[in-house]
Nanobody, 122 residues
Framework: QVQLVESGGGSVQAGGSLRLSCAAS?????TAWFRQAPGKEREGVAT????????DYTDSVKGRFTISHDKAKKIVYLQMNSLKPEDTAMYFC??????????????????WGKGTQVTVSS
């Protein structure tokens, strides 16, 4: 069993920045950040494969968000810059035990955190 705890959410104005953290109870090779706005489906935002260092992002955040990890602390970060009102959502950290080519699919993940709210005002 892996416990994931997110932190770092908050309220910012458009153009601002936030850094989300996902602390894991155990080392996980495949970790991702998802977000879900009210009335919308959960969306994969970014992923990192900690063995190979592979990273990928959904198109709407490329160039603005950066995913990274601290191996020693078992923490995965999501640095979010140039935030837009459309980034407003609950952000979740997720981890899975095996490789998958469809990292954006929530069903591919075994473990989820409870989420942290990000609100961006215009």
């Amino acid at each position: 069993q892996v416990q994931l705890v997110e932190s770092g959410g908050g309220s910012v104005q458009a153009g601002g920045s936030l850094r989300l953290s996902c602390a894991a109870s155990k080392y996980t090779y495949y970790t991702a950040w998802f977000r879900q706005a009210p009335g919308k489906e959960r969306e994969g935002v970014a992923t990192i494969y900690r063995g190979s260092g592979f990273k990928d992002y959904t198109d709407s955040v490329k160039g603005r968000f950066t995913i990274s990890h601290d191996k020693a602390k078992k923490i995965v970060y999501l640095q979010m810059n140039s935030l837009k009102p459309e980034d407003t959502a609950m952000y979740f950290c997720a981890a899975r035990l095996s490789f998958s080519t469809t990292w954006r699919a929530p069903s591919a993940y075994n473990y989820w955190g409870k989420g942290t709210q990000v609100t961006v005002s215009s």
